[in-house]
């Protein structure tokens, strides 16, 4: 399956059992992408919301 970066869109393979909500890195600008959602071969992805450390406050 094939899936662009919504951030630098370099289109690259994803692999076929990849589910949604996983988080994928990008192989040209190793942003963090989650997966919204699979159709027709393709992946749609989103910039991944990354939580942050809250250090018990």
């Not at 289109?11 to 589910?19: A, G």
């Not at 071969?41 to 910039?47: A, L, N, R, S, Y």
């Amino acid at each position: 399956m094939k899936g662009k970066c919504p951030e630098c869109f370099f289109e690259f393979d994803v692999e076929d059992n990849v589910m949604i909500g996983e988080i994928v890195e990008c192989p040209d600008c190793a942003v963090q992408l989650e997966v919204l959602e699979k159709n027709n071969g393709g992946v749609v992805f989103e910039t991944a919301q990354l939580e942050e450390e809250d250090w018990g406050e």
